[in-house]
């Protein structure tokens, strides 16, 4: 999500198998580059930025691919073991940030969500062209106890998040190794996605 784009990119590439059996199709959705707004192009940003952000509803429940995989070298399959919804965490402005303190709240159930935080420091794509940039950070909620598949869906339980729910995320952002930020939103996702 570059703050300095005015235009947003995305390309889809068909289901597979096509026309075989629904429930074993699969779908990619690539998104190139999302922008704040067309006043923004060129414009720096020394701010520090989330997606989701603050009153953001709809997201997606669970992330069941990515590539590369956020997860690589744990032994979790996504597709069979998603987690929730990334926090995705970006200071432009910063050489290095360091995340701490996290705290991932289900509200409606009141219930704290277990996170795993990825960044430079236990990037499993370290040295390659997919690395981390250090002023990056994404929080994964991990969403293995919860039973969050919706009636009737066979999943093994784990859909990622609840849908149509509100969570609360607060974290520390310590900025090059000085100044310290407090941030914290709530966000609420959309319906379960498989």
Do not use: W
Not at 53 to 65: K, S
Not at 106 to 124: A, G, K
Not at 159 to 172: A, I, K, M, Q, T
Request: net charge positive; charged share 20%; with cysteine.
């Amino acid at each position: 999500m570059p703050p300095n784009l005015s235009q947003t990119g995305s390309g889809m590439v068909a289901y597979k198998p096509h026309h075989k059996a629904a429930d074993k199709n699969q779908g990619y959705v690539f998104v190139n580059a999302s922008a704040a707004t067309k006043s923004s192009k060129n414009n720096a940003t020394n701010g520090l930025f989330t997606y989701p952000c603050a009153n953001v509803t709809d997201t997606n429940t669970a992330l069941y691919n990515e590539s590369p995989s956020p997860v690589e070298g744990t032994g979790c399959d996504l597709r069979t073991d998603p987690i929730g919804q990334p926090i995705y965490i970006r200071m432009p402005a910063a050489k290095t940030i360091s995340v701490s303190n996290i705290k991932f709240h289900d509200i409606q159930r009141n219930v704290d969500v277990s996170t795993n935080l990825l960044d430079y420091r236990q990037d499993p794509h370290k040295g390659t062209i997919s690395e981390l940039p250090k002023n990056e950070a994404f929080i994964l909620p991990l969403t293995d106890a919860l039973k969050s598949c919706e009636t009737g869906i066979e999943k093994g339980g784990n859909c990622g998040l609840y849908g149509n729910s509100e969570y609360r995320v607060s974290f520390d952002v310590l900025v090059d190794g000085t100044n310290l930020k407090t941030k914290q939103f709530t966000f609420k996702t959309g319906r379960v996605n498989y």
